[in-house]
């Protein structure tokens, strides 16, 4: 069993940037590869970014070069770095974890967090 707990959500101006964190409990977090999905009011869940296990990485076409997903398996901890921020980005972030890698993008992943709020305003 994998928790997953999200932190760093918040409001931010267009053009701005928010660092959002998760952090999962257990000592098998390196044997995962993790992602971030989103949900807007009214939309279905999406995949945003993905990271393997040995740091390989993929994102949606609507987040390259804006957004960077990273880990730290020293602090069980997954990073999304989310630059020049956009009002379609808000949404309900999720990370997630799965041991699937390529296909995280169409296969629910094995474990959910609860979801921190991003908010970017026009």
């Known amino acids: 069993q994998v928790q997953l707990v999200e932190s760093g959500g918040g409001l931010v101006q267009a053009g701005g940037s928010l660092r959002l964190s998760c952090v999962a409990s257990?000592?098998?977090?390196?044997?995962?590869?993790m992602g971030w999905f989103r949900q807007a009011p009214g939309m279905e869940r999406e995949f945003v970014a993905a990271?393997?296990?040995?740091?390989?990485?993929y994102y949606t076409d609507s987040v390259k070069g804006r957004f960077t997903i990273s880990r730290d398996n020293a602090k069980n901890t997954v990073f999304l770095q989310m630059n020049s921020l956009e009002p379609e980005d808000t949404a309900v972030y999720y990370c997630a974890a799965s041991t699937m890698f390529q296909t995280m993008n169409s296969i629910n992943p094995n474990y959910w967090g609860q979801g921190t709020q991003v908010t970017v305003s026009s």
């Open positions: 257990g000592r098998t977090f390196s044997s995962y590869n």
């Open positions: 990271i393997s296990r040995s740091n390989n990485t």
